[in-house]
């Protein structure tokens, strides 16, 4: 009776760890999210049960409650219940709370680290989130609170030095750049990157002037990682737009 | 003649990508630091060349210039040159240094994303960089500049509400305090993880006011991670010390 929760990437299915594949194998029941991409279900063996516990358009999603509920019903049931879960489980991903719940249930844990979209989106378009002479620092959040409005530390992050990455940011990025022009930072270099690590990853480069018209284009439906700082004028940036 | 960048992981052989992996197996010649664990080196192929280039106490470490101009040099004469960083290549591993320096000698480059320290080593702690209800945010930086002074930046770390994640910050950790504490933050928790994902992996947790006191014990050789913020006090951390 065990919960392992893995980061299973950015998305391209070889990000995935060798420890997160090993975890796979000995699963009894896999829930995923709709991030996960779902080749990394092969992996585990074929009589496993696999639990789609996402949000899709349209339709109904599991509130994380009845997630809670269902790993321990499900690691009861079976034995050894695998969480996937997109990026890492611990940025933004609600996985200490899956843990802890199955922890109070008496449920073993362990948590394999995946590889974050914070740093990997950025760094496949070319952007590092650190550079000697542009970045000490990056600082990553997401663009709006659980109540939908746009996070207030965005100002914060605005007065800084740091790189800023804003996960789900492209809903509100008129409003983003609003707040660094509102500070005098209107040729700062902003990067968007969609659906990083897979073959339709796509970037768009600009700076808080021009970003919002830039992406405009955009449909915003799948998650995107907007990068503010020197670091995404990088010229080695991908020019994919 | 190309180079693939990859981040090694933090410390667990088997917390590399499967595209890591792939990349080794391929390999001409790899370059590697000191914080990669030398398992890794077995996925390359036997006759593959593998080139140390860390910085190792006692003895004098390679200039970044120098492995620039190997780089060029060995992907020149051997074809395929894996450069294996600890954690991934593009937070704070001068990856993107590299990265230019071979494009501009007209090599083709690639880049494989890796586990960071830190957002895993907080989580292999049990620790979470983000909670509802405790952290909406982290601020990721090394506690000291090029020059070995206390990073600026921590000061104006300190004011916000982030999570604060400082590598190699174990050295400095009073004057960390110190900033803390003169903004009244006496009680705010923190941790310091160290040897990550390892089996010799160690965690200390404390406060504001005793973390000093309690990382005293600690020889500062191998490089910790401190995790400043309310998650850092959370009940399931590990305490190993």
């Known amino acids: 009776m ?10 391209d299915p070889e990000l995935i760890t060798l420890k997160g594949i090993h975890a796979l194998r000995s699963a009894d029941v896999v829930l995923y999210d709709a991030l996960v991409n779902e080749a990394l279900l092969e992996y585990a063996p074929p009589v496993a049960e696999r639990v789609f ?20 019903l499900l690691a009861r049931q079976f034995g050894h219940v695998v969480r996937l879960k997109g990026g890492d489980p611990f940025v933004f991903g609600r996985g200490m709370e899956e843990m802890r719940h199955a922890q109070e249930h008496g449920i073993e844990t362990a948590y394999i680290p995946g590889i974050s979209s914070a740093i990997a989106a950025p760094g496949l378009a070319g952007i590092p989130v650190t550079l000697r002479g542009a970045s000490r620092s990056f600082w990553t959040m997401t663009a709006t609170t659980d109540t939908g409005e746009l996070n207030p530390e965005i100002a914060t992050a605005a007065a800084t030095d740091a790189t800023l990455v804003l996960l789900m940011g492209l809903s509100k990025i ?6 660094y022009a509102g500070l005098g ?31 405009h284009q955009w449909h915003p439906i799948r998650p995107a990682v907007v990068v503010i700082g020197g670091v995404a004028g990088s010229e080695f940036a991908e020019l994919k737009n």
């Open 185 to 215: 930072k209107n040729d700062l270099p902003v990067a968007v990157i969609q659906d990083a690590s897979l073959p339709t990853q796509t970037v768009v480069t600009g700076c808080v002037r021009d970003i919002e018209s830039r992406a």
């Open 53 to 72: 516990v996402g949000k899709r358009r349209g339709s109904k999603s599991y509130e994380q409650e009845e997630i809670n509920a269902m790993i321990v």
């Open 2 to 11: 065990r919960l392992t929760l893995i980061g299973a990437g950015p998305g």
């Open 174 to 179: 008129g409003e983003i750049a609003a707040i």
